[in-house]
């Protein structure tokens, strides 16, 4: 392991040829990445791609088989005692995890109260959007309710970096949103962000970097603009009330076309080339606009497996 005080201050989290084996599988193998301060990193793959046991090494849950972790300058379990690390993992149901019969407030004063130097149980309170719910007991909570009071015991250490595995798993549209608002509310003061999902819009939203994990290892690392550039495709999209399919399908470089409710959709190798043809075409159209492919479609040709699988 790194010592503390080894470690660049601005490297909040470093692992360096991490490698873990369950039995004859190698789950994860030798994935370098370093996360600064300020960072929301989404960790992208299908299932079986390392996610988990890389944020559980990172956690000190387990040991790798080989390989250095280090979070602030320190060993995993050393950071997580030292208050720096906070985490929400993967629950198994409604209040899972939180004691039967406990009402909010009191909660979350108590785990507060195991700190040396937490939030105060008001401020996290407020930050996690509590206040309504203090006298409540855990059971009585919705699903997105449930997951702001997990939130709320992640952040009562007061913690630099937060460890995220998939934690909007189950919540309907508007507690995802509203979930991740409140980690934006907490990390605005340059908090460090990691976490795990399967949503790939979520990611592409929140992230301000996307590492996708492939069999173990790390396929693809950087800003999310610069993981959608992995894809060359170009989309070209305008109104158009009577498109003819068929001739836009001969347009140069054009590869897919789509229509939906008169917005026409050109998927092309070559967005130059097929606007030009379209504008010396006798298309009538309108409210043009070339985008780059999206995260799905660049995660689809760096693993060629889907992310909700």
Not at 14 to 30: D, I, P, Q, T, W
Not at 125 to 151: D, H, N, P, Y
Not at 160 to 178: C, H, M, W
């Amino acid at each position: 392991m790194t010592q503390a005080g080894t470690l660049d201050r601005a490297q909040v989290l470093v692992l360096r040829r991490l490698h873990h084996r369950y039995g004859s599988v190698e789950a994860v193998a030798g994935i370098n990445l370093r996360v600064g301060a300020g960072e929301t990193l989404a960790l992208l793959g299908p299932n079986g791609a390392g996610k988990s046991t890389t944020l559980a090494a990172v956690l000190g849950l387990l040991t790798p088989s080989s390989g250095q972790v280090s979070v602030l300058g320190r060993p995993p379990r050393r950071a997580i005692a030292d208050g720096l690390v906070g985490a929400l993992l993967q629950s198994g149901g409604a209040g899972s995890g939180l004691p039967p019969g406990t009402r909010v407030g009191e909660l979350v004063r108590f785990v507060a109260s195991l700190f040396w130097r937490p939030l105060s149980p008001q401020v996290v309170i407020e930050r996690a959007g509590l206040t309504a719910l203090t006298s409540r007991k855990v059971e009585r909570l919705s699903g997105g309710e449930l997951q702001r009071v997990r939130f709320a015991l992640a952040i009562c250490a007061n913690p630099r970096l937060l460890v995220l595995d998939e934690p909007t798993v189950g919540l309907d549209v508007p507690a995802r949103r509203a979930f991740w608002q409140t980690v934006r509310d907490f990390t605005a003061e340059g908090r460090t962000v990691v976490f795990a999902t399967h949503y790939l819009a979520e990611a592409e939203e929140v992230a301000t970097r996307v590492a996708v994990m492939h069999h173990g290892q790390i396929a693809a690392d950087g800003p999310v603009r610069d993981i959608r550039r992995v894809v060359a495709t170009r989309h070209v999209r305008f109104r158009a009330q009577r498109a003819d399919e068929e001739m836009l399908k001969t347009l140069p470089a054009v590869q897919r076309v789509g229509s939906i409710d008169g917005v026409v959709t050109l998927e092309t190798a070559d967005a130059d080339m097929t606007v030009k043809a379209l504008c010396q075409s006798a298309v009538d159209f309108s409210d043009l606009e070339v985008t780059s492919a999206g995260l799905e479609e660049a995660f689809l040709a760096l693993t060629g497996e889907d992310a909700r699988r």
